[in-house]
Every structure is written in structure tokens, then in C-alpha cells.
């Protein structure tokens, strides 16, 4: 089992910054993406961003059109965390974000941009961003 705890939102206005974190413990070896997703009030859960690794192949990073260029996820590996840098938030970005982990190697990047790849879940921490 791998336990995922989010930390970090809150409210901003139009423009600001936050920071995203994501602490993962447990069995954290068995993983190999963790990413973040949001779902707004009504809205299906989607993805947002996500970072993938393989022995000896390095990391690669995804992101949905819509962050890319003003999110950045970045992986801690002695922290056995995720953090999510957003910048520039639209009140668009008003959601409750989620941690996730998976721990199925797919040969696709692609895979990891469905929520059906991973298998944990954080809790969530919410974001609300007014105009």
C-alpha cells in the first residue's frame, strides 16, 4: 500500500502562485508515476500532470494543454514527494486537487494521463482561484 498525503492549497486571486505538495509513504518503491488531478464542482476528474520514471531511463514529465506553461511538477526523491508549481492561476483552475500514484509500467507516456492508471489516491486539498 502507498499512502498519499496532499498539502498547500487555499485561496488566491487571479494571477498568484501556489505550491502543491504531495508526501507518499508506504510502499513507495512499487510506483512508477505519480501525478495530479483536479475535479471541479460538476465536472469529471481530470488529469493535470504527471511525472513517470523507469530504472535506469530517467523521468519525463506530462501535462494537460491547459496548465501547460504555468504548471510545473517536479519530483523529490528524498522526500518521497511530488510538488505541483502553479503559476499564473485562472479561476478556471478552481478545483480540488488529487495526488495519485500508480504502480504500473506502461511503455506509453499516455497511459499516465488516465486516472484508471493509478491505483492510489490522496485525500485532495482544494483550490480556489477568484477574479
Known amino acids: 500500500q502507498v499512502q498519499l498525503v496532499e498539502s498547500g492549497g487555499g485561496l488566491v486571486q487571479a494571477g498568484d502562485s501556489l505550491r502543491l505538495s504531495c508526501v507518499a509513504s508506504?510502499?513507495?518503491?512499487?510506483?512508477?508515476?505519480m501525478g495530479w488531478f483536479r475535479q471541479a464542482p460538476g465536472k469529471e476528474r481530470e488529469f493535470v500532470a504527471a511525472?513517470?520514471?523507469?530504472?535506469?531511463?530517467?523521468?519525463?514529465?506530462l501535462y494537460a494543454d491547459s496548465v501547460e506553461g504555468r504548471f510545473t511538477i517536479s519530483r523529490d526523491n528524498v522526500k518521497n514527494a511530488v510538488n505541483l508549481q502553479m503559476n499564473d492561476l485562472k479561476p478556471e483552475d478552481t478545483a480540488v486537487y488529487y495526488c495519485?500514484?500508480?504502480?504500473?509500467?506502461?511503455?506509453?507516456?499516455?497511459?499516465?494521463?488516465?486516472?484508471?492508471?493509478?491505483?492510489?489516491w490522496g485525500q485532495g486539498t482544494r483550490v480556489t482561484v477568484s477574479s
Open positions: 495519485a500514484a500508480a504502480d504500473l509500467l506502461y511503455p506509453e507516456n499516455a497511459y499516465y494521463r488516465s486516472r484508471r492508471t493509478y491505483r492510489y
Open positions: 511525472v513517470r520514471w523507469r530504472r535506469g531511463d530517467g523521468s519525463s514529465v
Open positions: 508506504g510502499r513507495t518503491f512499487t510506483t512508477y508515476a
